[in-house]
């Protein structure tokens, strides 16, 4: 585990404790169960912003604590741990990394004090395919005298119900360029798309929707390298999400070995099944080293980090597949049940895995930027 400064440790701290006191996993079930229009639950995300976790990357001088994408990690694991759905990844990760590195002054003093106090939702709308692959776009926006029009379709965009704004990127004729969209633009039109982790998940369809050239984000043309940023801090972020929900699994699966048995004996003293716990913990530590190493190699801005993010999505989707799978499987068939939580890990682990890449996708970016 990672040395934490003792802001850090008091910031895990609450994050432990606001998740089982505020957002037990038995709110998850109930937003799932109400079918909420937006996939979170409003009172739960006015929690978190009154918990300052919205400005938890943003620098002070636009309304934020600055405290790195570390510390920002150590919130996203305990989230995960019991699913909570909010828009604090989409938007105050992923978006706001997206405005920091690409952002001009005017477009960050405007934008980012409305992600810390949440009257803003934006969100990056990348994908167009089942399967994340950035170079694979057909989105366009074509010139025009006061700025561009956009026609195309994304999907998987992620709160892309609850989002009023967008981070879309789109190819034109200098090549891939990201742009600041409305969400209530002319032109454009979302629809839900039912996943079986309930979350709020969209696809977005672009026609004539005009661009004004100041919400260009970053430089025309330049938008692949500004593009791979933005996805390596939310593929950073997720890694740390993915790990809480690996862990939690993990202690479920845990305290049934030590409880449950079987021949009068707990299950958890058969040496096969105390074999595999020692591995899945092995696992899960050599995973969380991995993803600490990548979210402090971007807070140093470190030249290998598009490495070692790729190699802790990788690592960490390894882990929570296998495990997932094990949460299940040790349970037996109450594991199977809908009145059992496992389930909902399962489900979780599957989309979340596949968001920003999964494990195929990042092992050969790994092995591509490491020479091979």
Not at 30 to 50: K, N, V, Y
Not at 101 to 114: F, T
Not at 122 to 136: I, M, Q
Not at 306 to 323: H, N
Request: glycine share 10%; hydrophobic share 40%.
């Amino acid at each position: 585990m990672a040395a934490l400064n003792d802001v850090q440790s008091m910031i895990r701290d609450q994050a432990k404790t606001w998740v089982k006191e505020e957002s037990p996993i038995e709110k998850f079930r109930q937003m799932r169960d109400s079918q909420a229009d937006l996939r979170f639950i409003p009172e739960t995300w006015s929690g978190i912003i009154e918990m300052g976790w919205t400005g938890i990357i943003v620098p002070e001088k636009y309304g934020g604590s600055g405290l790195g994408y570390l510390t920002f990690g150590l919130v996203l694991e305990e989230i995960g741990r019991n699913l909570t759905a909010s828009p604090l990844f989409a938007s105050a990760l992923v978006g706001a990394s997206g405005i920091m590195l690409g952002g001009n002054e005017e477009q960050k003093q405007s934008i980012l004090p409305r992600l810390v106090d949440g009257s803003v939702l934006l969100t990056l709308a990348v994908d167009e395919g089942p399967r994340h692959d950035p170079s694979k776009m057909k989105t366009e926006a074509k010139k025009t005298r006061t700025g561009f029009l956009l026609n195309g379709t994304k999907t998987f965009v992620q709160e892309g119900l609850a989002a009023t704004d967008f981070i879309v990127a789109a190819n034109t004729e200098n090549g891939k360029t990201l742009f600041l969209v409305s969400g209530n633009k002319t032109g454009l039109t979302r629809q839900p798309i039912h996943t079986m982790d309930s979350r709020g998940y969209a696809s977005l369809a672009f026609s004539d929707v005009e661009i004004d050239s100041k919400d260009v984000l970053g430089r025309e043309g330049d938008g692949s390298n500004l593009l791979d940023k933005i996805l390596d801090c939310g593929r950073a972020g997720l890694s740390a999400e993915m790990l809480g929900t690996g862990a939690q699994a993990f202690d479920m699966t845990l305290e049934y070995l030590k409880t449950r048995e079987q021949f009068g004996r707990v299950i958890g003293s058969f040496q096969t099944l105390g074999h595999r716990a020692a591995d899945l913990f092995g696992k899960m530590e050599l995973s969380r080293s991995c993803m600490e190493a990548a979210l402090q190699a971007l807070d140093e801005e470190a030249e290998n980090s598009a490495e070692m993010i790729s190699l802790s999505k990788a690592r960490v989707g390894d882990f929570l597949y296998e495990m997932s799978n094990q949460l299940i499987q040790i349970h037996g068939g109450i594991g199977m049940t809908d009145e059992f939580d496992a389930g909902f890990y399962l489900k979780r682990a599957r989309v979340i895995e596949a968001s920003f890449g999964n494990r195929a996708f990042h092992k050969d970016r790994y092995a591509k930027l490491i020479g091979f």
